[in-house]
């Protein structure tokens, strides 16, 4: 049964919500060349989120974004320090430091098995599908709606607040860090900075798409939305517009065939991202533009 | 104790063999791991080993059951897919490969989810076993998977010795390789097949998730005990067995417990011993060559003050006159006499120190090295004269007698430095 | 030859830089008076680009120390340009020409603070002078090697400073563009602004710049051009390197730490 109903349109929003949030981010992750230091962070977190779990006794309590928080800045910390201080080269470093701490995390879990309510497969996978269920009841007793697409909503709201006060400073240190050092912008500051948006962005979704497919929505909009433009804000916007339509169609495909809704938005958002790659591939494109000179296309 | 007793004297046959297992299938990541992150590709392994999700579904889909033949030949498919799109959106698109290897691992990842969730509700019975490709369980490896693995690790092992000159090249120097004629491309190729290889092998112990460590962190944390490629690969080989059967282990005492986050853990402490305390290369050795090292320094540098002495016609200088030279570091300067004295490179009479004839070969030896540089500073590299003496208090310690006969044979076996000040020969008299 | 000078715009004093322990810059020290066009050479690998990312505090030093202004460089960094190397950046940044020159006005505008019509103005105004007006709304990615250089420079234009420090602006740059730009940037000198410019073609160095200082790992000569350009200086910086120096850096790099810092 395909119908429009309340459950479903809740769940297409906060998946939205959710896809903006990560694209949004993403796309300034993907300008510095750090796809992978976004994956690293969002397996990194998994430690702080069981520890913090542990401690609050819930999903819902303040520890676990802390927890996770600092796990997502001590992983960027750690690849630094096994860089420059251990001088391992920068993409082993990223893979030592987030296999370790995701290795850390699912061992907790199976520790604390008994002691936590949290399953192995919901902070991997996630299911948004019990997303109408899990209310958030005021004190009164008062019904609010759904927990998760109020975290959501709060989160979208903080990086898209992150992202105005920071365009600027956020755009430049992505295409010329070294200028920016120069002028004497913070860019250690605004890097740590978006890490942590990113960590904090990677657990507020957690419950809903599972820590490992947040990367996917960090990754793959944005990835898809840069080979159709070259102009930054359409780049936002398209990435905007694709975090939308993959929810839509992935919740539907999800539905159809009964699988995992976050697992098809993901799969949904990589063949439009394939299709996207063989329509503006080198091989296949005859767009009008200038054609550039030998040096340029060498650098 | 019991437990472990009984593990290691490998007296239940199923033991002995997954420790085989995990030990041929530890050497082969290791092998094709070590080569990857010297080329530079540590993350490659990462996203063919979450790509290969999708094709291990499909082969159990397609068999009906965890037949070792559909699902390696599914995850050897998905895994080369994952491999040419990837080489293809580099060439044909303008994403960097950053971005690449970031989708490419996501989506076939999200791929694997929805497959696994479609066979999960189909309510297949072996479906249990399917999750443990996840994060791995050497445990549940049957004999018959057994086989499999071991016969593909085995292929690995004798291809990657076989060829050991080509992928050295491809590493080292893919570009030279291709100048003298070694098909580069076809090589390259065929070091990928063995990386899609080595990651089917680890899977259903070690896990999708968790593979690349199982590739990346042997060879980094073996770089740090050696420079030669033979020693790293042992080195490397002997780290992901260690670390192998520590995980297999723990899985059979903790029948809850995922084998592949035990052998990351193992494997990520090994690294970190090595990170810290490898000869040479190590964080706390290089802590301590420098500490050694500044320690000669202030050594040095009193017996040049005491040659000094010497120079304007004192024959030493008392304690307190010395210590009064370093007001900072009268802790260091008290341990410089003391062990000077040790040496007999000075005497101490009633608290007057004076050098003996072999600390004066020695103060000499450091005051020329001092003058000499300072000269070439000069003379070479037309620094003026009030600018000189810097630097030649730092390289006064490190020139060899090599470079010291190189300096005098360029200047010409100078009497004077810049300062007009003598430069010591061993027969001098002062 | 190494003329110091007078109340220097900039001082460079005993400066050492190493990367991976061996030192590529040893014991730069030098002073460059106010108003000059300043000219960079040196062989491949002399260090030049080396000494203007310490200038600009982008390596660390192992030893010495550098004064702008007569002032720390944390003082006057917004009195100071940078053109970088044009292969330091991905020119694939979804970005416009006028974006990406308008980043100039970041330093002074501060944290939070957008850009607005005067920046726009401004920008506007630096891409005239480099002779890209007609460029503005393209996307750098469409750009030629040339134009990307001038992209850069009008950046540096729009920093409106006093100190203009120049990486290879002219690799890949035509002769027309070559000789308007060295023009521009002779004007600006008259206005007191001083120059540093890395370049690599001797020949237009002689014609244009007025101060040359010669680099190889060590500094040559610092001095007004026609008491500097000398077949023995140059002879002493395009001539190969000192060997006895490459072997005293093969033994530093061996050291497990790096000796020469403090």
Same mark, same amino acid.
């Given at each position: 049964m395909m119908s429009f109903d309340q459950n479903a349109f809740l769940i297409i929003f906060t998946a939205s919500l959710i896809a903006i949030s990560c694209g949004l981010l993403g796309v300034f992750m993907m300008l510095r060349k750090m796809s992978m230091t976004g994956d690293a962070i969002s397996h990194a977190v998994l430690p702080g989120i069981v520890i913090g779990f542990f401690i609050s006794g819930s999903q819902r309590g303040v520890e676990v974004i802390v927890g996770a928080g600092l796990l997502g800045i001590i992983a960027t910390m750690v690849i630094d320090f096994l860089r420059k201080k251990a001088k391992v080269q920068l993409d082993a470093s990223i893979g030592i430091t987030f296999t370790l701490l995701f290795a850390i995390g699912i061992i907790l879990i199976n520790l604390l098995a008994y002691k936590v309510d949290l399953d192995q497969e919901c902070v991997l996978y996630g299911e948004i599908a019990y997303l109408p269920i899990d209310l958030w009841i005021t004190k009164a007793g008062f019904s609010m709606g759904p927990r998760i697409t109020w975290l959501a909503l709060l989160?979208?709201?903080?990086?898209?607040?992150?992202?105005?006060?920071?365009? !600027?400073?956020? !755009?430049?240190?992505?295409?010329?860090?070294?200028?920016?050092?120069?002028m004497g912008i913070p860019a250690g500051g605004i890097n740590l900075a978006l890490m942590s948006m990113v960590s904090y962005t990677t657990v507020s979704s957690f419950e809903a798409v599972g820590a490992i497919l947040v990367v996917a929505l960090l990754v793959v909009p944005p990835a898809t939305a840069f080979l159709w433009t070259k102009n930054i804000k359409s780049l936002i916007q398209l990435t905007v517009l694709i975090g939308i339509g993959i929810s839509i169609i992935g919740y539907y495909m999800a539905f159809w065939l009964d699988s995992s809704i976050a697992g098809m938005i993901v799969s949904v958002a990589g063949l439009v991202f394939l299709v996207s790659a063989v329509f503006n591939s080198k091989k296949? !494109?005859? !767009?009008?533009?200038?054609?550039l000179e030998p040096e340029a296309l060498s650098s | 104790m019991e437990n472990f007793l009984y593990f290691f004297s490998f007296q239940d046959a199923s033991i002995a063999f997954i420790v085989l297992g995990i030990t041929i299938l530890g050497i082969g990541s290791a092998y094709v791991g070590t080569f990857s992150f010297l080329d530079n590709k540590a993350l490659l392994g990462d996203a063919i080993s979450h790509a290969v999700l999708p094709g291990i579904c499909l082969g159990f889909m397609l068999a009906g059951e965890k037949n070792p033949y559909y699902i390696v030949g599914g995850a050897i498919i998905s895994g080369s897919l994952a491999t040419f799109l990837s080489s293809w959106l580099k060439e044909n698109t303008k994403l960097s490969e950053d971005s690449i290897i970031a989708v490419i691992l996501s989506t076939f990842f999200g791929l694997g989810i929805v497959l696994l969730t479609v066979i &999960?509700?189909?309510?297949?019975?072996?479906?249990?076993?399917?999750? &443990?490709?996840?994060?791995g369980n050497a445990i549940g490896i049957l004999e018959e998977d057994l086989w499999v693995y071991g016969g593909l690790a085995f292929i690995i092992i004798l291809s990657l010795s076989l060829l050991m000159k080509e992928f050295r090249l491809l590493v080292f120097n893919a570009e030279f390789g291709k100048a003298i004629g070694f098909p580069m491309d076809r090589v390259r190729l065929v070091f990928n097949i063995l990386m899609i290889l080595s990651v089917v092998i680890g899977i259903q112990a070690i896990g999708v998730v968790l593979m690349a460590a199982l590739l990346i962190t042997p060879g980094a944390a073996a770089r740090f005990w050696t420079d030669r490629l033979s020693s790293?690969?042992?080195?490397?080989?002997?780290? @992901? %067995?260690?670390?192998?059967?520590?995980?297999?282990?723990?899985?059979? %005492?903790? +029948? &809850?417990?995922?084998?592949? +986050?035990?052998? %990351?853990?193992?494997?990520?402490?090994? @690294?970190?011993i090595s990170f810290v305390f490898a000869p040479k290369k190590g964080i706390l050795y290089r802590f301590f060559s420098r500490r050694k090292y500044l320690t000669k320094m202030h050594r040095d540098h009193v017996l040049k003050s005491l040659y000094k002495a010497l120079e304007e016609k004192k024959s030493g200088l008392s304690q307190s006159e010395l210590l009064a030279l370093y007001p900072h570091h009268k802790r260091e300067t008290n341990r410089s006499i003391s062990y000077l004295r040790k040496r007999s490179q000075l005497i101490i009479k009633e608290g007057f120190i004076t050098l003996t004839s072999k600390g004066k070969s020695e103060a000499m030896r450091i005051v020329r090295l001092h003058r000499l540089w300072e000269s070439y500073l000069?003379?070479?590299?037309?620094? @003026? +004269?009030?600018?000189?003496? =810097?630097?030649?208090?730092?390289?006064?310690?490190?020139?060899? +007698?090599?470079?010291? @006969?190189?300096? =005098?044979?360029r200047l010409k076996y100078p009497k004077l430095d810049p300062h007009q000040e003598n430069i010591p020969r061993d027969h001098d008299e002062l | 030859m190494i003329q110091q000078v007078q109340n220097p715009i900039l001082e460079i004093h005993d400066l050492t830089v190493s990367y991976d322990q061996s030192p590529v810059l040893w014991n730069i020290d030098l002073s460059l008076p106010e108003g000059k066009l300043v000219g960079i050479l040196g062989p491949n690998g002399a260090g030049k680009s080396t000494l203007i990312k310490a200038i600009m505090g982008l390596v660390d030093p192992s030893g010495g120390y550098v004064r702008i202004f007569d002032k720390e460089l944390d003082l006057v960094r917004n009195r100071i340009s940078y053109v970088p190397q044009r292969e330091s950046v991905d020119w694939n940044f979804p970005a416009s020409v006028l974006d990406v020159v308008q980043m100039g006005t970041y330093g002074r505008l501060g944290l939070f603070k957008r850009p607005g019509k005067k920046e726009k103005q401004l920008a506007l105004d630096c891409l005239?002078?480099?002779?890209?007006?007609?460029?503005?709304?393209?996307? $750098?990615?469409?750009?030629?090697?040339?134009?990307?250089?001038?992209?850069? $420079? /009008?950046? /540096?234009? /729009?920093?409106?400073?006093?100190?203009?420090?120049?990486?290879?602006?002219?690799?890949g740059v035509d002769m027309a563009t070559e000789t308007a730009i060295f023009q521009l940037l002779q004007e600006m000198t008259q206005e007191g602004k001083t120059i540093l410019v890395v370049h690599h073609d001797i020949h237009s160095a002689m014609k244009y710049f007025e101060w040359i200082i010669m680099l190889n790992l060590h500094l040559?000569?610092?001095?007004?051009?026609?008491?500097?350009?000398?077949?023995?200086?140059l002879r002493k910086t395009y001539g190969g390197k000192l060997n006895l120096l490459t072997k005293v850096s093969d033994l530093i790099r061996q050291q497990e730490f790096n000796p020469l810092k403090n």
């Open positions: 989160n979208l709201l903080l990086v898209i607040t992150f992202i105005l006060l920071l365009f !600027k400073e956020l !755009k430049l240190t992505s295409f010329d860090e070294g200028f920016g050092l120069v296949y !494109k005859f !767009k009008s533009g200038t054609r | &999960q509700k189909s309510g297949n019975p072996e479906m249990a076993g399917l999750n &443990q490709f996840i994060f790293l690969l042992i080195l490397a080989g002997v780290f @992901a %067995v260690l670390s192998g059967i520590i995980g297999t282990y723990i899985s059979f %005492v903790l +029948p &809850q417990m995922p084998t592949g +986050p035990w052998v %990351v853990v193992s494997l990520s402490t090994l @690294a970190l000069n003379e070479y590299m037309n620094i @003026a +004269p009030d600018h000189v003496h =810097d630097s030649a208090e730092k390289m006064e310690h490190l020139l060899t +007698p090599e470079l010291e @006969a190189l300096l =005098d044979n | 005239e002078k480099v002779g890209m007006t007609a460029f503005a709304k393209r996307q $750098i990615s469409e750009l030629s090697g040339g134009q990307q250089q001038r992209v850069f $420079i /009008a950046r /540096a234009l /729009a920093q409106e400073s006093d100190l203009y420090l120049m990486d290879e602006p002219f690799a040559v000569a610092s001095g007004p051009k026609s008491e500097v350009v000398n077949e023995e200086l």
